[in-house]
Structure formats: C-alpha cells, structure tokens
C-alpha cells in the first residue's frame, strides 16, 4: 500500500507494523502531488478556518451505512448526532439497532441496492455525513484474506453512495487488512476516489485501546470533507498490552479484561434470565459506565452452554494458551484443518490470515485480544471454565448494559 500511494505521490509512514498507527496521511483534492504531510497526533487543533467543523446540530442529516447492530451509531448519537436512518442487510441487526438507536433502520442489501435507493430514503436532502464499515471479511486478518471475496465490492458500494448523496463530511472504517490486501490497490483507488470526488481525505490506522477500549483492535480510517478543513486526530490516552499487541508510552493503562467485566457477576444458564449484578455499587469506574442508564438491576445475554462436555481441554488452559498447547486428542477438526492449510497445501503467506488458535484463554489483567464473531466461542474466560458470554463481548466493545438484543455480535 506504501509503495502505491508513493508512486501517486504520496507516502503512508510508520515505524513499523505495531506504531504505524501513530502517523496520518493527507490528501487533497488540489491534486495527488505534494500536499501530503505526515503527524503524529496533537489533539484536535482546528484553525480559524474550521468553524464548520463544530457547526453541529441534532437536526443535521447523518446516514449509517452497513449499520450492523448500532455501535457506530450509537456513538455517534451519544456525540449529539443521532443518524436519521440507517441501512443493513442483516434482519437481527436492524432490530437491534431500532431498539437501540431508536431510528429506523432499512435491510437492504448495499451490494445490489442504487445509491439513488439511498438517496430517496433521505428525500434527496444532502447529509451532514455518512458512516458506516462495509463488511471486511475478505480483508481481516483474522480469516483466509480471499482478494476476490465478493464482499470486499462493497468498499466502493460505499463510495458510490458517498458521490450520489455528497455529504458534506464521511467516515469510512474497516479492519487493518485492508492496507495490504490485494497488494493495496483497492485502497489505492478508493482514496484516489475520495479525492476526485472532491473531499479532502484523512487515511488513518488506529488502535482503539488507545482510546480507552479494553481490547486491542486495530482499525483504518479514512475521514474526508467538502470544506477543504485540516484537522488532527484526538491524541493517545492509553498503553496497551493484549500480550500480542503492545504499546508502552509512559500514559496510564487502557481498561483491562478484568476491569471491563467487573461487577457481571455469575453467567446464567438461561438465555432468558435477567442475571443480576455482582454487587449493588459498580466494582469500578468502567464498570460504573457501563450500568449508566440500565433501569435493571442486572443484565441480559449474560448465559453460558448447559453442555459442559468440552470443559475437560479448558482446564488445561492457562492464561495466553490456546488450542496448539493441549494435546492433540482435544484438537476441533476445524483447527487441525486451518493448522494443516498454513503448513502443508502450500497456501501463500499473504492469504493465510491469523494464527489458527481455536480456542485461547484471555489475560485478565491485560486488555482483550480483538472481538470477532467467534470470540463468544472461542476466548475462554480468564478463570472461568467457559468461553465468554455475549454480554461480556459486548462490555469489551463498550456497548452499555442497557443496549439489548445483541443475540449473536455484530461488529
């Protein structure tokens, strides 16, 4: 991806894989020339000329595209700016963004549907902005990398509906892969298109637990605007260590594990139950964040498996362990079949994605490995025999207790 934009006349820096984050690439639509600067991150500094940047209102139009369940949404409306509507393909997702959001959400396949379906939902009225995270399967690290993945299209289902309604500001974001997949053409062209559009692009790789999330999770950003506005990006607050992601830079450790599931208390075994807090009192300020709101005197979707057949391998586990560390007669046929593919059939490195670990118990006291789909499956507790439950997913995700109908995780 460097050498891409390099050749177009623009270079993305890093110290390496691990502090890349830390530096920001600009483009502008006065041409793919020299107008790239690089910084590390100051806070968010606007100069006299961005006004606008703060001109925000709760009647401004904001559209959320591959919503999912509503966390990017419901940030946003936190923030002050509830989306109008949002659009997803998934029926349980919508549910739970409606119920959540408290806007309506549209299931619509954006792979098929015309941006001018989309402008029609918004009455032809120019958003303020759009956000929202096309699917990244094709491109996380996490799975096989396939660059002919048809979902990996929807990148530019999104830039199509970013040039058929313009808003004024976009924040596009996906997984960390997408730098490099496809040897980064993609990418490439994506921002290339940003830029003709007319927007003035921001491309930014970021570790959320930086930012005070109780997990590592590496994230690309690329926010553009109408207004020509320049702006840096809030700086770091936290260290961070997952035991496989790492950064110590003398600021206070982001929230660990422990911390982010204190005060759940014992998992039920009845998906249906309302399982009470650990105490009355939050255990802690992350804790005491999460009960915000919650009219309940605990929460739902806080269940483990009746079956404990499998528990047998989790006692074996100590913390940082995963499948590879048991003996082989407690191997899944799954991991011994994606073990196999990384060594024996020749598959090349850039295709493999992660580390088969089938199932890995979690360090309490260090913040979370990323949460993917799997991770209600496959991470252990930290002293628990149990895999985590979806309430305790959704905590490391900083979802509150209040937000329901998270049946299975939606990113």
């Known amino acids: 991806m460097a050498d891409r934009l390099e050749r177009a006349g623009h270079r993305v820096r890093g110290a ?9 690439a600009y483009f502008s639509p006065q041409g793919l020339s020299p107008v790239s600067r690089f910084r590390t991150f100051e806070g968010l500094t606007p100069g006299a000329d961005t006004g606008k940047m703060y001109s925000m209102s709760a009647d401004h139009l904001v559209v959320s595209l591959f919503a999912g369940a509503g966390g990017f949404s419901y940030g946003f409306s936190q923030a002050g700016l509830k989306p109008r509507f949002a659009a997803e393909i998934d029926g349980d997702a919508c549910r739970s963004y409606e119920l959540n959001v408290g806007s309506p959400c549209h299931q619509v396949d954006l ?49 199509a509906i970013v040039e058929e309604l313009a808003p004024k500001w976009f924040i596009f974001e996906n997984v960390e892969g997408l730098l490099t997949s496809g040897s980064g053409h993609d990418l490439a062209r994506l921002v290339r298109e940003f ?15 930086a930012y005070g999330v109780p997990q590592t999770r590496k994230r690309v950003l690329i926010i553009g605007n109408r207004m020509g506005i320049d702006f840096d990006f809030p700086r770091e607050l936290y260290s961070y260590d997952s035991g496989k992601a790492k950064k110590t830079s003398g600021l206070p450790m982001a929230p660990t594990l422990d911390e982010a599931v204190a005060g759940l208390g014992r998992a039920s075994f009845d998906k249906s139950l309302v399982s009470d807090y650990a105490s009355v009192t939050a255990l802690g300020p992350f804790d005491e964040a999460m009960r915000k709101g919650n009219i309940e005197s605990g929460v739902t979707q ?11 391998p989790l006692e074996l586990l100590g913390p940082g362990q995963t499948m590879k560390d048991l003996p082989p007669e407690y191997w899944h046929d799954s991991f011994k079949r994606r073990a196999n593919r990384r060594v024996a059939d020749g598959t090349p490195t850039e295709k493999r994605g992660g580390a088969p670990s089938g199932i890995k118990r979690l360090h309490g006291n260090l913040q979370s490995l990323t ?41």
């Open 16 to 24: 390496n894989d691990e502090v890349f984050s830390w530096y920001v």
């Open 371 to 411: 949460i993917t789909g799997a991770a209600s499956r496959e991470f252990i507790h930290p002293r628990e025999h149990r895999p985590l439950t979806i309430r305790e997913c959704a905590r490391i995700q900083t979802f509150p207790d209040r937000y329901s109908g998270l049946m299975s995780y939606h990113d």
């Open 195 to 209: 830029v003709s559009l007319g927007y003035s692009v921001r491309l930014q790789k970021v570790n959320l637990a």
């Open 111 to 159: 792979g098929t549907i015309t941006p001018t379906a989309v402008k029609s939902m918004a009455n032809g009225e120019q958003p303020f902005i759009i956000i929202g995270g096309p699917p990244c399967q094709g491109f996380s690290t996490a799975g096989p990398r396939n660059a002919t993945d048809p979902r990996n299209r929807l990148i530019f289902n999104y830039l």
């Open 302 to 312: 806080h269940f483990q498996a009746r079956d404990n057949s499998d528990k047998a």
